[in-house]
T-cell receptor, first 116, second 115 residues
Framework: KAGVTQTPRYLIKTRGQQVTLSCSPI?????VSWYQQTPGQGLQFLFE???????NKGNFPGRFSGRQFSNSRSEMNVSTLELGDSALYLC???????????????FGSGTRLTVV | TQLLEQSPQFLSIQEGENLTVYCNSS?????LQWYRQEPGEGPVLLVT?????EVKKLKRLTFQFGDARKDSSLHITAAQPGDTGLYLC???????????????FGKGTHLIIQP
């Protein structure tokens, strides 16, 4: 079966612009999470959606937002981009509602965002 | 905020040697997962441990969850060049009220196995 698909794979944006990243989870998976990965901070949790509702949110500024559609596909948006937003943005899906119930996550290959 | 300390950060060893990677926290986790990530790709789940004291084996990899569910280790026997990669531990934390955060990741162990 198809894995988690993230588009685009690479993106270059200018400081101050906004960006939208897309994630299509594995068919049947209803939970989608987003993570930011940088060399200095590692993987950090952004937010998690289940059945179109945001369940959890990490410690990121309000410039970072997301949503989930009825088909479980998810988007995340970053407004007023800063140089420090340059990172690999990873999406992960799981069948259960997440919440640490032991289910593993399947990650996409990520979107590499560079802010110049 | 729950933190996971992973050690060592970097490890370079010869093919055939054994190694252990550690993951420690002051928090109790409901489950702990180990992932492996290769350059340009997302992490791939290796194992999930849920019960304190649990030991799981995946070929030459042995994973252990501490009795108190605050720590975990990954042991690789007879390492091979194909084991090279970034190994990440990730903990899931459940609040007593039923709420939860997303996965908390350690910063990873960069493992290089030299032929």
């Amino acid at each position: 079966k198809a894995g988690v698909t993230q588009t685009p794979r690479y993106l270059i944006k200018t400081r101050g612009q906004q960006v939208t990243l897309s994630c299509s989870p594995i068919s049947g998976h209803r939970s989608v999470s987003w993570y930011q990965q940088t060399p200095g901070q590692g993987l950090q949790f952004l937010f998690e959606y289940f059945s179109e509702t945001q369940r959890n949110k990490g410690n990121f500024p309000g410039r970072f937002s997301g949503r989930q559609f009825s088909n479980s596909r998810s988007e995340m948006n970053v407004s007023t981009l800063e140089l420090g937003d340059s990172a690999l943005y990873l999406c992960a899906s799981t069948f259960t509602e997440g919440r640490g119930l032991g289910g593993g996550y399947t990650f996409g290959s990520g979107t590499r965002l560079t802010v110049v | 905020t729950q933190l996971l300390e992973q050690s060592p950060q970097f490890l370079s060893i010869q093919e055939g040697e054994n190694l252990t990677v550690y993951c420690n926290s002051s928090s109790v986790f409901s489950s702990l997962q180990w992932y492996r990530q290769e350059p340009g790709e997302g992490p791939v789940l290796l194992v999930t441990v849920v019960t304190g004291g649990e030991v799981k084996k995946l070929k030459r990899l042995t994973f252990q969850f501490g009795d108190a569910r605050k720590d975990s280790s990954l042991h690789i026997t007879a390492a091979q060049p194909g084991d090279t990669g970034l190994y990440l531990c990730a903990g899931a934390f459940l609040y007593s009220g039923g709420g939860a955060d997303g996965l908390t990741f350690g910063k990873g162990t960069h493992l290089i196995i030299q032929p």
